[in-house]
Nanobody, 114 residues
Framework: QVQLVESGGGLVQAGGSLRLSCAASRTIFSINVMGWYRQAPGKERELVAAFTVGGATNYADAVKGRFTISRGNAKNTVYLQMNSLKPEDTAVYYC????????WGQGTQVTVSS
């Protein structure tokens, strides 16, 4: 079992930046289980960025070159640096850890104004 807590969301103008944090209740040794997802109103939850086998990263086409997923030194925190934000990035952002089954945080709202 692990609890995930996201933070760092907020309201930002288009072109701005935000850094989301996901703090896990314990050390996550296998980084490839971690990822960020988002859900916009009326839409399904979608992958934003995730670690894959070997610590490589995978990004949704819509965020490539603008978002960066990274891991903290303490190995219980994952970040999502979001640059050049667009109004279409507006969504609730969730952190996920797949440890036997999917564990989700409560989400953090990101709103990008035009």
């Amino acid at each position: 079992q692990v609890q995930l807590v996201e933070s760092g969301g907020g309201l930002v103008q288009a072109g701005g930046s935000l850094r989301l944090s996901c703090a896990a209740s314990r050390t996550i040794f296998s980084i490839n289980v971690m990822g960020w997802y988002r859900q916009a109103p009326g839409k399904e939850r979608e992958l934003v960025a995730a670690f894959t086998v070997g610590g490589a990263t995978n990004y949704a086409d819509a965020v490539k070159g603008r978002f960066t997923i990274s891991r903290g030194n303490a190995k219980n925190t994952v970040y999502l640096q979001m640059n050049s934000l667009k109004p279409e990035d507006t969504a609730v952002y969730y952190c996920k850890a797949h440890l036997g089954y999917d564990h989700w945080g409560q989400g953090t709202q990101v709103t990008v104004s035009s």
